[in-house]
């Protein structure tokens, strides 16, 4: 298992820098609230050589198949073929309320907009007929045709998801999967469902998110994470929000109630607080480099190959010493990074 970490767009170069100097393996950037995913890794490949590069994860419902195709193989391209293609459906309210993308049949779309990327990443005219995509639309207009695409036809593509249904089509179609809110115990049940339809782990990319922070004391550690759980927590309805459900599931669903409706009600700051600890040191790292070890540990013996760090410092300061933090755990546990130190 190496070590990735996903990157905030204010300081995005200097924690990619920082990350590849101590041996990380991949810097993921991710899309959403604050900015999207290709500006930044371009920048991010401008400044760096060789820690490899993903979007954690591109938004399906913002790009047509063939834009995500073009982008990715242009991020490849001035990247020195080090992309790595992520892809989330994101949820309901988003894809609707965002970009005012329908959201019926996700997997079912899903799978049709991979086969596009695919056909586009290998330089083939783009002709697909499909239930969601039909392209050229009627079939004789000119399809698309990617020149900058043979720059690696077979560059990796991951799918994000948290459902059984979502692991089994990552299974399927891709080289890889980014999970969200995971502890270790939760990955590995996670991987039965991929072990079931590969039949191996081997070759598929594990890349979870998970969040972490680093103090002598736990307590004061998780208080710089509580607005991130909360807002995904809060995200959505009840009845569609997927990280709700999540913490529901893991038997957090009292919080998670309180949580839901505080931010319903504009009150941030009582959903950050009403995060349970528990909660949050199960599915993140959290304490001083001791603490997190073991954790560490735990991920790689679960079938992570990357463990994505969430840095969620509000200063380059912190967020550069959370990642020379990590690293030292890391060299703690007796696994070893992808480039020098």
């Given amino acids: 298992m190496e070590l990735?970490?996903?990157?905030?767009?204010?300081?995005?170069?200097?924690?990619a820098e920082e990350a590849e100097r101590l041996g990380y393996g991949m810097a993921l950037v991710p899309e959403g609230f604050r900015s999207d995913a290709p500006t930044v890794l371009g920048a991010v490949a401008a400044r760096t050589r060789r820690i490899a590069l993903a979007s954690g994860v591109m938004q399906v419902p913002a790009r047509t198949p063939?834009?995500?195709?073009?982008t990715a193989a242009t991020l490849d391209s001035v990247s020195g073929g080090r992309f790595r293609l992520g892809l989330g459906v994101s949820n309901p309210d988003v894809s609707l309320g965002w970009y005012g993308v329908?959201?019926?049949e996700p997997l079912s779309r899903l799978r049709e907009y991979v086969t596009v990327?695919?056909?586009?990443?290998?330089?083939?005219?783009?002709?697909?007929?499909?239930?969601?995509?039909?392209?050229?639309?009627?079939?004789?207009?000119?399809a698309a045709h990617l020149v900058a695409a043979p720059v690696r036809a077979d560059l990796p593509?991951?799918?994000?998801?948290?459902?059984?249904?979502?692991?089994?089509?990552?299974?399927?179609?891709?080289?890889?999967?980014?999970?969200?809110?995971?502890?270790?115990?939760r990955i590995a049940e996670s991987l039965e469902h991929v072990r079931k339809v590969r039949g191996t782990l081997d070759g598929f990319e594990v890349v979870p998110s998970v969040p972490v922070a680093i103090a002598d004391d736990p307590e004061q550690a998780a208080d710089t994470l509580r607005g991130y759980y909360a807002n995904f927590i809060g995200l959505a309805s009840k009845e569609r929000g997927v990280y709700f459900a999540l913490a529901t599931e893991m038997g957090f669903g009292?919080?998670?109630?309180?949580?839901?409706?505080?931010?319903?009600?504009?009150?941030?700051?009582?959903a950050a607080k009403a995060v349970p600890f528990a909660f949050m040191d199960r599915t993140a790292l959290i304490g001083p480099v001791a603490r997190i070890a073991p954790r560490i540990a735990q991920y790689a013996a679960a079938g992570v190959t990357t463990l994505g760090?969430?840095?969620?410092?509000?200063?380059?300061a912190g967020q550069l010493a959370v990642v020379r933090a990590a690293a030292e755990a890391?060299?703690?546990?007796?696994?070893?990074?992808?480039g020098p130190a």
């Fill in 309 to 316: 760090l969430t840095v969620l410092s509000r200063t380059l």
């Fill in 66 to 70: 063939v834009l995500a195709a073009l």
């Fill in 4 to 15: 990735g970490v996903f990157l905030s767009h204010e300081t995005a170069c200097d924690v």
């Fill in 330 to 338: 890391m060299a703690g546990v007796g696994a070893v990074g992808s």
């Fill in 157 to 185: 593509l991951y799918l994000a998801g948290v459902r059984p249904g979502s692991l089994r089509l990552a299974a399927e179609l891709a080289d890889g999967w980014v999970g969200v809110f995971s502890s270790p115990g």
């Fill in 117 to 142: 990327v695919r056909m586009a990443l290998r330089g083939e005219p783009v002709r697909h007929r499909g239930r969601h995509y039909q392209l050229p639309p009627d079939g004789t207009d000119e």
């Fill in 254 to 270: 009292e919080a998670a109630e309180e949580i839901h409706a505080r931010c319903a009600a504009g009150d941030r700051a009582g």
């Fill in 102 to 104: 329908p959201f019926p």
